[in-house]
């Protein structure tokens, strides 16, 4: 009975965080830049050799936070 509810709240918590993870969260630059601790040039960087995925609404970079985490780490694992 009690691994039956222990096992119910596991489910029910990695459910609710594959789905936050699977949430776009659009950051502009300055956010990037604050969440890494990255410099704007470092950002640019990235953009230009393609490291990451962005998209630019006017003027404005935006970049989906999850997705960047994920390739970074990705890349830090091999």
């Known amino acids: 009975m009690l691994c039956s509810i222990i096992d119910l709240a596991v489910d029910k918590a990695v459910a609710k965080e594959r789905e936050r993870q699977s949430e776009v969260l659009l950051m502009d630059s300055d956010q990037i830049c604050a969440k890494f601790g ?34 970074k780490e990705t890349k830090r694992k091999r």
């Open 38 to 71: 990255i410099t704007r040039q470092t950002l640019q960087v990235w953009r230009e050799r393609k490291e990451i995925p962005y998209i630019q609404i006017g003027g404005v970079y935006r970049y989906d936070f999850n997705k960047i985490i994920q390739i």
